[in-house]
């Protein structure tokens, strides 16, 4: 197999993670005989810092000719400063519109063999297992008007929460189809007693569920979700929500495992190129320290092979390198119990590559 | 000192934590020789049913005359299926609205008597003691337009999150004041990298810090907030943040220390009267069991005692009974450890009675 990958490794971070995921892909190539061609370009502040702005053009283009997209992180102090338009996170929200990258996927996973640095209780959080589906390109995110105004001595501001239905249906459609496979369950969360957008999800959730009858449907609120999340995340299958709650509640589930540093998300659109990051940000604080732990971009990677080309096989191989490396007592600084020896980015790189 | 008080039990386990509160309240009333009148009104289901309204006038005529206000918790399937206008959620929304009631307060604490049931690590979660100030009247909740419509055959639906900044101000301006009677230090939540509203309230944290020289400002992104609630609940002292963040974030909150069944909260105004609840709602599974866990109804009632009546003693007896109760490892079913005998409602009640 053949295909065209562009490579957006951004800021801090993502430099170091994304030139671990490459390896690993190179790796895959010649064991498994596909050509992967690597086209690297720029996003966020590295993209500010040389062309005045967090998506150029020829960025955009380079995606659009791809067949995959992996991105590293964007974002850092140093450009926290920049006027609103040129901000990094800028360039993170244009490119998923200009994408059409409508469903963000973070699948969250209890790895057993670093129970150890959860916050949570081991009886509560074991066997943990849950996809979080955002919707990635409506709401407060994009919505108009987002501007402030001056009456009468007063200064107000708004922001807009906005959705069409379709919106909503393409995304909790993707949400029941990812639960089929899965173990059958969607539960679909907003704001329905205060929101008129939430009724309107709560209704479309329904509409979608008769499409998918051996699919279990539940609505649940947004803040007896925060809740639920920490009290038993057992109960999760697949969890789907709008942008907004999304990035809340995804953040939050991201954390419940002590295994932030090693998740994976893919962002999908209708027609393709999909994009696939690491959750984790840009971590200026170990930026360039060869710290960074690879395996949330690592597994990224796997979730492209199989999501973008169908190589499942492949795809597997990565994963199973990562837990046998665990399994093992690798670790690097953010996932070691506190005391004990821990391995560099390029270390966990290789390690991974060998196994 | 002579107080009146209304007393609004609402639906489900409201009914009978409220009835908690008022024996306590009566037994403080005897010991320090004051005089409490407590005046009854319905509000959420139990006025739909009476009255065709989640909030009749009268009921808030009651509150207005009052010198505080007493509120057990509205909701519950039966109402659920009601049309959105007369639904009991709205009658806890138009009470915040007519009473002006711009801040929930809401203490956040851990019981090391209670450690074992928290779904944290105790490692993670001993300690915390925070408050989480979430901004009551404004934003998504009241902002129109909040509609649907239907163009060129699409529907779509609209939220409005609309701020004055005045609004801001004055509820930013209350963390600080609490911090400054606290630890000194107020984390700000919002999402400043996407919304205008965010930058406008993080410029306002910053106008308001300039009164508080001694008390640290910090400011959060709301994902962020998310996570660092569970990996490191320890580090806030005071957090604040909108209407809809701060209803996920501290319902996320009251779960950290397992005492969810514990925790009160007040609302305040500008004038008077505030407006106290517990946090839980209204638990419609074990309502009239007797079964509920009175004490954050009877904390509620504490905190009205010094908030509004500035009973400061009153409101330590309260506490320290409770407190006490705890220590000798008296529990209701949602506290005592799984397989250990519990008490009924009223049962609690007559022992911190007693204490
Ligand atoms: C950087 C920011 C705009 C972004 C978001 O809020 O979507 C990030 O938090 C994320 O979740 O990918
Ligand atoms: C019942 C509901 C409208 C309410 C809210 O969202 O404010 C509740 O969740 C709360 O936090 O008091």
Redesign the pocket.
């Known amino acids: 197999m053949e295909k065209r990958i562009a490579i957006l490794p951004g800021d801090g971070v993502g430099k170091e993670v994304s030139r671990g995921a490459v390896t690993i892909l190179q790796a895959v190539a010649e064991l498994f005989n596909h050509k992967f061609h690597f086209t690297y370009g720029e996003i966020g502040g590295a993209a500010i810092d040389e062309f005045g702005t967090p998506l150029p053009e020829h960025t955009l283009d380079l995606c659009k000719g791809s067949d995959a997209v992996l991105l590293g992180a964007?974002?850092g102090p140093k450009w926290d400063v920049m006027p609103g338009h040129i901000r990094p996170?800028k360039g993170?929200?244009k490119i998923r519109k200009e994408l059409g990258l409508y469903a963000n996927v973070r699948p969250v996973q209890y790895y057993s063999s670093i129970s150890g640095i959860s916050p949570l209780r081991k009886e509560v959080v074991e066997g943990a297992d849950m996809v979080v589906v955002r919707e990635l390109t409506g709401g407060l995110?994009f919505g108009k008007p987002s501007e402030r105004s001056f009456k009468k001595g007063e200064a107000s501001v708004v922001d807009t929460l906005y959705y069409q239905k379709n919106e909503m249906e393409r995304v909790i459609r993707y949400a029941f189809e990812l639960a089929a496979m899965r173990k059958g369950k969607v539960t679909s969360v907003d704001k329905a007693n205060v929101l008129e957008s939430s009724r309107m999800w709560r209704e479309t959730a329904e509409e979608v569920a008769k499409d998918f009858p051996a699919v279990q449907l539940e609505h649940m609120l947004v803040d007896n979700a925060a809740m639920q999340l920490i009290k038993n995340p057992r109960q999760f299958d697949v969890l789907v929500t709008e942008n907004m709650f999304g990035?809340i509640l995804?953040?939050e589930a991201s954390v419940l495992t002590g295994s932030l540093g090693m998740l994976p998300s893919a962002s999908v659109s209708l027609t393709g190129p999909y994009l696939y990051e690491p959750i984790h940000g840009s971590a200026p604080d170990i930026a360039g320290m060869n710290a960074a732990n690879p395996i949330a971009m690592i597994l990224s990677a796997a979730m492209m092979l199989r999501l973008s080309f169908g190589l499942e096989e492949e795809a597997e191989a990565i994963e199973n390198a990562v837990q046998q490396v665990l399994d093992a007592g690798s670790r690097t600084r953010d996932i070691a119990v506190f005391g004990t020896p821990f391995l560099t980015t390029e270390g966990m790189v290789e390690e991974i590559k060998a196994a």
Do not use: F, I, P, T
């Open positions: 964007v974002g996170e993170l929200l995110y990035d995804s953040d």
